[in-house]
């Protein structure tokens, strides 16, 4: 949730609205209504829930609750489409949203249209309060936007004849990157969080002062070539690179390499991707790796993950709007480093700190409120957004978090060592 | 299987082939692409696997073994469309069945028809036991459309919004069925099992002689009405009614009512169908009732169960291609008993014969040899097909079966006494 | 339950009640407090659980209900010590019996001292009825001495370092048995369960009529070295011989030998038994397997398995008291057979007939009603009794039952096939 | 482990390793084999287990590794008794400990008394690294202790008839504490960590600057009396306080009291402890509650936990080793406060801190390298001590680690606020 006193610039955010809206509907473009409304595992969710839920999200908080005399499109809608606010009431089961073949994907889209409309024609009568929820639902919709394009990655990847949503042309192979460059710094007082200027979550403040110790940080985040040779190496059998718990996960799940990898039928590995089944590409980052992962190639690189405060820290001069991210539908893959450092986009930077919150923070009030505090438990921050964060989306004190053995999302590995 | 002995007669067959083929098309016009994917639970595949199955069963017993040259529709669906044959070769998970979004019901429609045109063009080509085996998948076909709209029917129950496949008109409330009468049996020898004429499966064979008891058989099932008043009673609630796995199952999955059933807001039992959410008709059979739910019925009425053999000797002398079966696509439910006694039909009945090999079975050769041997522990044999078994089915010697907790198909319950 | 006629002979029944009760405190004498307390699988009960448990019997069934005055010993055993009687109340959880370690072996000991004195000293006070419930006490103790030495097996087994119970010398290797002999039947009316003479189960009776068909049964049980060829020729990897659930069974646990058996070190096969880790003697009768084990092996040798018609007709004219059965505390395994046919002790024999009640079945009237027809469904008979049976509690009709993936009792195999 | 440049002095660390090995014996005096030799839940360990496993940590990390020519007591133990070091080899599963009724309770108490001789008569010889592992091993000694008697506690709470271990005599009512006082603290840079005098464990450093930021925390922990009341108020109801895992775990295990708590019968709460069932004492400070609960009590307070940082730096004036903590066997429970602040003994207390590394931390070398670093993950950090704490055992850098699901530690919650 944004900080009280931001007040959005109306027709920029018009606009943003309805480029956020459209864009939604273009990545669906290729979907069947089965592709669309099937649930590969309870983590994920269908593309059509998505594509309702982010609609369910601006017609709750701003049509209902703002524009006097509005009529729900579809009672039966709020319980289908809630996720977890518990203020908002009863909801359907996460786990069985892939039940939902009812409404159908055209009657989503219908459903979609008749909000955004809606909110559109209704604009000018918004209160300031409205706007600001119009602007926390894009924001909503946008990371709705990265989790289904990695769910219906998922749901394909689980069809044994693995479906490409976007075939591509084969990728001329790229120079592997050189070495690691590190960026030192000599500790001391800096400010992390958001500052306060435009949008941010609530979970990214308040701005703080943060102390840190003498470190370095990678100018760039691992490679496939380089986790390769973590693989030959022996790095998933050999325990004392991990974690108990990771490596309980590697044990009883059967871990052997990153998600969506395979053992070529003529040696090497593949990857399955959003362009279907391909070669891994040793010059670009590692991605689909668990925390559990990261952190096991970093003890047997002989260093750590970042804290999130140095990743901040590193991070803050560069754009958060530059390198590889979404920018419409499209084949979406991490792609080889061509300059460093690159802080944002590619795959999400998986930190070393567990997702808690910041010193004084207070989660924003009502249902919104549930956004992001109540998830502070048993994760860990990722930083920097990936291939398929929406551009735009980010800043350098966004935060995101998952559980340490997830890995269906665009997740990689920057190091870090202490001086 | 056929007995080896069986001629088929052509011409009928063809025109039976092409009729079934039809029908799996008929039921399927009202479902969307996601409807005929999804899958709501292992037990159940989605309308479109069942549709692939049974032309994957023609293509590959009749097409590839028996027509030479043929060329597969697709060489990746024999991995995605073998149910359980082992010999068959490896194949895709059963309680993963829903992630294969892709083929389209479209495209699996197209399969559907390039296999039956293909099995018709070379009809005149098939040799004798070729000819055996469209027999067989007919009826293998047949079987499916009833699990196909069984299965609709579970996963339109977990949807909330509870579609109706077919939407009717409400029907006109019918007089409660009189009194149970009682057929009586003396006692003694009787022959049992499939006489060799006409088709079979292999289990229903060989006829052999079998020695009842004296008992008695109830002339109608036990009614909705009926039902009730066990609820009412307290029949879920106290343990002496039950099997001791049938008290645990109750225990564990909270069951209190037929799969189904519900409290309507303002009193009263409704029911889900393929019609939608209905109150209670008190005259209709019951139907979603588990072997354990039958036999704790039986046991709080003062009865039991029939024995198959029991069943079958009263049922001897009566059509099995009457009372109320499915003959065409549109809605589908039992229907109040108007004459007794009427055995075929309307509800699959609970016997109290575990399904078991009868004395001298033989599975047939190959892989059409898993079809039902296999399956010979655990399950519980049902007889006289539903509402929801394709007319022209049955046979007085069929013997359906499953496990004692399952009640999705449309099964019931019919009394037997000792005299 | 006995049948209503039956008079005990009072003499008799007090010596045995006296000898039972001594020797279930003989088969524990080697056990360690720890060992009688511990629980290791759900199936299973501790020691002092069966100790306690036979004890509750007799101070429900007879002491509370028949003797006026009588004060229980100790008010909190009822709900520790009752296993299933849902008419008896409420009571601890199965699963959860390991974690009552106190009281302690030896308060439970004093337990079943003053239960069987006070037994004894209202002896002559005790109404027919209640005499008749002493019986069933016996052997209902007599079945609980069974489970108690295979619940310490299988604990034992659990034990890295594989305690002994008794260690005993090593046996001398006795020839391996001729090939079986087929003792045949011509099939026709037979009579079998119980005749009403001295006691039984009620699950044995009523006696009635049975219609066999022509088959052939084995002479003697299936041997270690029979059994060793049938993993050597690839059984367990052969999905063709076994049942589906078997299968499905074999693939989740990871089967691929008897219970207990595992590659020695320098190669052959070895046990684990009563009298610790030992070669596997080809001679002897195989044992811990399960039905699914039973009926894949029969499958594999072009057999079957008898019926419990069958074997009941075959064994009736064998003494029930002779054989390899248990005399007194000591080592216990199933031995080499010497001559055929040999129909009770060394290892009960799966049937292929699932345990359900024989036509005219009636369960006994009150809490003793719940000793065995609750568990008539998806259990499958076995028959004859084993080394850890007690001599003279076995008859040619009784009826024991288990899942048929159950297998840590004495099971084994003896074949069948149609004429 | 503990730092490099520690040099322990000698004869105390001979009293101190002979009092901690009498200490363990002493707290299993009132338990009988069976009670040493069960475990209640895979988080528990047989106290047998405890005994023989930090015997097992003298035996191989001392013994074996530094007295040449010491040949173990038992070549079995090794695999009976390593906990989680892989370094170390294979290990008896963790879930199956409490199969191991051989060796007895009997037999482990030798093993332990030879171990200790062997150490008192090797002492001399010992290399300064052998007295470093002493010194580790009498602390690992320590933490056992106090797992030993949760372990016994949860064990005799999961028998019906509830056991106490220590009955002891009621106490008086306490008058209950005064509003709690804040400790105010305005912020800025402190140093927080061992500072390498004396023993710590390896994840205690190293010592560095750490930021806080202005807060103030709770003089004292909450009591019965205080939790009592968010019970009142529907606080296991209210989904707002919880973190969206608490709730769920809240709700899936139907978690409305404190672990061990129940509703008495004449109305009022009970909690079983080390003395038996008692009356819930409203002075005393709550236990046996997890993060989850800690949480939500905190945000229903309008209050947050304290972080390691901050509780270290209100706690660093005070002794470590004052407090309600363990000084001999006998009745052990968390005590009404009598003069604040005290911030040792009596509960663990839940911080909101993740336990993650320290800057700059690297763990030990080898096996013993395994102690702490490798549970980073998933866990938070309490501080404090417990009145189940050995005496002496305690530092204000000591960090304990536990998922925020387990409340079976004597676990309680000190609530801090921003200023």
């Known amino acids: 949730m944004q900080d009280i006193q931001y007040e959005p610039a109306h027709p920029p955010l018009q606009h943003r609205f309805a480029e956020v809206r459209d864009l939604s509907e273009a990545l669906v473009a290729p979907l069947s209504d089965a592709d669309a409304s099937v649930q590969s595992m ?121 479906p490409a949503l976007w075939p591509a042309p084969r990728k001329q192979p790229v120079a592997v990157p050189p070495p690691i460059g590190w960026i030192e710094h000599g500790g001391g007082i800096v400010e992390v969080g958001h500052d306060g200027e435009g949008f941010a979550f609530d979970c990214e403040g308040p701005r703080h002062r943060a102390l840190l110790h003498p470190h370095a940080i990678a100018d760039r985040t691992i490679t496939n070539g380089e986790w390769a040779a973590f693989i030959a190496d022996g790095g998933y059998r050999e325990p004392r690179h991990w974690l108990s718990d990771g490596w309980a996960w590697v044990q009883r799940e059967g871990i052997t390499a990153p998600l969506y990898w395979a053992e070529g039928e003529g040696g090497g590995w593949t990857r399955f991707g959003l362009d ?65 450092p690159a802080f944002f986009g590619d795959v999400w930077e998986w930190t070393g700190s567990a997702y808690r919150p910041y010193p004084g923070f207070r989660a924003a009030e009502g249902a919104v409120g549930e956004y992001n505090g109540k998830f502070m438990s048993g994760q860990f921050v990722l930083r920097g957004g990936s291939c398929a964060t929406p551009r735009g989306h980010l800043r350098a004190s966004y935060r995101n978090f998952f559980y340490p053995h997830q890995r269906w999302q665009f997740t990689g590995v920057r190091l870090a060592k202490d001086l």
């Open 42 to 162: 309870p983590d994920a969710s269908p593309a059509k829930w998505h594509l309702a839920h982010t609609s369910w999200f601006f017609e709750t908080f701003v049509l209902r609750d703002h524009v006097p005399g509005y009529t729900l499109h579809d009672p039966r809608f709020p319980f289908l489409f809630n996720s977890y606010y518990e203020a908002e009431g009863k909801r359907h089961a996460r786990a069985r949203r892939g039940m939902v073949t009812r409404p159908t994907l055209a009657e989503v889209l219908a459903y979609r249209r008749a909000v955004t409309e809606a909110v559109l024609a209704n604009w000018t009568r918004l209160p300031p309060h409205a706007l600001e929820l119009v602007e926390l639902g894009c924001h909503h919709e946008q990371q709705h936007q990265e989790l289904l394009l990695t769910d219906v990655l998922h749901l394909f990847s689980e069809n044994p004849i693995e």
């Open 276 to 340: 279907g089944r391909r070669p891994v590409d040793p010059a670009a980052p590692v991605t689909h790796v668990s925390f559990y992962e990261a952190d096991a190639f970093a003890s047997w690189a002989g260093a750590r993950l970042p804290t999130e405060q140095e990743w901040e820290a590193a991070a803050a001069g560069e754009r958060a709007d530059g390198g590889n991210q979404l920018d419409a539908a499209g084949p979406v893959e991490p792609r080889p480093a061509v300059a460093a």
